[in-house]
């Protein structure tokens, strides 16, 4: 309904209601935007992060109902609260029962201990608070973080002067893309992939445009694949599912006794698909598997790809850092020869949570994804978010910048070659201890062993354990891991591995330890298995008391 010209109001509620609207409230509000009482938040959360990353514990001891039930009120408070009496309720029911990953002895997660420039540059980041995919958010970091990946792209590739002079700051080029995590830096390098094999062709409009079905009829094939070994990680059913390749699509070649690809079941698999009729986006090479730090044997698989014409991505999410090591680069050979390749910086660059790369060996290849939008992503720009998946991101290339330069070349092989030495002293104790069995020979600072109960080390001594045998002592295991992650003192993860018993492939619970924190010890190591070892006694006495 329209008011004739009579009934129209000349009052304007808008600035008659607007003050007793906000009256009382605007200053408490806007203070919040001032640095006026930021002196004494700074001295609170020091003193909250000292304790924190001080504590020796892996985590507090409650139980994770009773932590659920003290975040259950889900109204939004109508006023403002205080600073200081939202920090006390953070200390107390959120500080107080995060997990200590820079404990020492917490070794289950590729989470570890992070250097001391990380806190101030993370204030600073936020300070700053840069969008870092457009340049008119992020005018210096474009190129600053440019630079970081390059510096990365070189430990990888080590092309020319020349080659990083042509571009390093070229925008038509893309040396690497910095992502979230490395679960989508494996994504985007599965799109690259995938719109590549499809692209345009003779007036085809390419996958990107016409989709998956129509690419795949264009090009006559009967379906899409991605081949990798059954150990790959996760990020690759997600690439599989948001691509349209589908989980059946997505090939899991076995592993040997060591979780490394099988060559010649990886080289079936190619011949298969190419007798269905599919067409194969990428091979997947894997330099330090999630679950062990396998490392595939990369120069074989890019022999493999490259005779297939095939992409070949190389996840190096975990293992990538090995290239700062003299001692240990060696077991990456092949990694240069990669299309494309992820590395993880919250995992062996030492670097905060959010910090995923993905690099390319071409400069060209990441043009396959590029998007464009008249308010924000503009051809020709230096804009970072033109190819990337994500449509925003905090300046994290402040810490990868950092770390490359604070850390350097020989700090980083310091800390890998340290993380791998102790892998090994924990590896030569559990061999020497009769409560335990080691499952793999460790590639890297990964290693996965298990619990023997006493009634059944002389079976494993020998080899003779069944697969009911196998099956007491994965429930053992699995009840170990949780009375020990429980009780917080000390923290090892589990996994699932495979195993041959009596000539079938059957599978069992392992426990998993990671050597990366540069604070953890011998001492935390035996202090961990130790513990171990105390949990296991308090099970025995559980069980005979329930069979009493």
């Given amino acids: 309904m329209t008011l004739s010209k009579p009934e129209i109001s000349t009052t304007s509620y808008f600035v008659e209601t607007e003050p007793r609207l906000h009256y009382g409230?605007?200053?408490?509000?806007?203070?919040?935007?001032?640095?006026?009482?930021?002196?004494?938040?700074?001295?609170?959360?020091?003193?909250?992060?000292?304790?924190?990353?001080?504590?020796?514990?892996?985590?507090?001891?409650?139980?994770?109902?009773?932590?659920?039930?003290?975040?259950?009120?889900?109204?939004?408070?109508?006023q403002p609260a205080s600073f200081e009496t939202y920090l006390e309720y953070l200390s107390d029911h959120v500080i107080a029962h995060s997990i200590h990953t820079a404990s020492p002895r917490f070794i289950g997660h590729m989470t570890s201990a992070l250097p001391s420039f990380v806190q101030p540059l993370a204030k600073l980041m936020t300070a700053m608070n840069q969008n870092a995919v457009k340049i008119e958010t992020a005018k210096a970091l474009s190129f600053y973080e440019r630079?970081?990946?390059?510096?990365?792209?070189?430990?990888?590739?080590?092309?020319?002067?020349?080659?990083?002079?042509?571009?390093?700051?070229?925008?038509?080029?893309?040396?690497?893309i910095l992502l979230s995590g490395g679960t989508t830096a494996n994504i985007a390098a599965m799109w690259c992939a995938r719109n590549a094999v499809l692209g345009t062709n003779d007036g085809f409009l390419g996958v990107e445009k016409e989709g998956l079905t129509a690419a795949l009829n264009f090009y006559g094939y009967k379906g899409a694949a991605i081949i990798g070994s059954e150990l790959m990680h996760f990020s690759f059913d997600k690439a599989a599912d948001l691509l349209g390749i589908g989980n059946r699509g997505l090939i899991k070649v076995p592993v040997d006794s060591n979780n490394r690809v099988n060559l010649q079941a990886l080289r079936q698999a190619v011949a298969e698909c190419h007798e269905q009729n599919l067409c194969i986006i990428a091979i997947i090479g894997i330099a330090g598997t999630t679950d062990s730090g396998g490392l595939d044997p990369l120069l074989n698989i890019a022999e493999i790809a490259h005779a297939a014409n095939v992409h070949f991505h190389v996840d190096a999410a975990w293992?990538?850092?090995?290239?700062?090591?003299q001692q240990h680069r060696h077991k990456l050979a092949g990694i240069e020869q990669a299309d494309s390749v992820t590395i993880d910086g919250h995992k062996q660059l030492y670097l905060p949570m959010g910090i995923g790369m993905l690099f390319m060996r071409e400069p060209q290849t990441a043009q396959t994804i590029e998007k464009q939008a008249s308010y924000?992503?503009?051809?020709?720009?230096?804009?970072?978010?033109?190819?990337?998946?994500?449509?925003?991101?905090?300046?994290?290339?402040?810490?990868?910048?950092?770390?490359?330069?604070?850390?350097?070349?020989?700090?980083?092989?310091?800390?890998?070659?340290?993380?791998?030495?102790?892998?090994q002293y924990m590896a030569a104790r559990i061999c020497a201890m009769s409560e335990f069995q080691l499952l793999a020979e460790p590639d890297t600072n990964l290693i996965v062993y298990r619990y023997i109960p006493e009634e059944l080390r002389e079976a494993a001594t020998e080899q003779k354990l069944t697969e009911a045998d196998n099956l007491i002592i994965s429930e053992f295991n699995q009840k170990l891991q949780k009375m020990q992650r429980q009780a917080g003192r000390t923290f090892i993860?589990?996994?699932?591995?495979?195993?041959?018993?009596?000539?079938?492939?059957?599978?069992?619970?392992?426990?998993?330890?990671?050597l990366a924190n540069p604070l953890t010890t011998e001492d935390d190591i035996d202090a961990v298995l130790n513990d171990q070892m105390q949990i296991a006694s308090e099970i025995y006495v559980l069980d005979a008391q329930k069979r009493v």
């Fill in 25 to 78: 409230i605007e200053k408490e509000v806007m203070q919040l935007f001032s640095t006026s009482i930021e002196e004494n938040i700074d001295d609170f959360v020091d003193k909250l992060s000292y304790t924190f990353i001080s504590a020796g514990d892996a985590s507090s001891n409650i139980d994770l109902d009773s932590l659920a039930g003290q975040f259950c009120d889900s109204k939004v408070p109508n």
């Fill in 493 to 514: 993860s589990r996994t699932t591995k495979t195993i041959t018993c009596f000539g079938n492939e059957i599978p069992i619970i392992a426990l998993r330890a990671v």
């Fill in 147 to 176: 630079q970081a990946l390059a510096m990365l792209h070189r430990q990888i590739y080590n092309f020319s002067d020349h080659f990083y002079a042509q571009h390093i700051q070229n925008s038509q080029s893309t040396l690497g």
């Fill in 376 to 423: 924000t992503m503009r051809k020709g720009s230096f804009d970072l978010g033109k190819r990337a998946l994500e449509g925003s991101r905090p300046g994290m290339a402040l810490f990868l910048h950092a770390g490359l330069n604070l850390i350097g070349i020989k700090g980083y092989e310091f800390l890998i070659d340290e993380g791998i030495r102790k892998t």
């Fill in 319 to 325: 293992g990538g850092p090995l290239i700062f090591s």
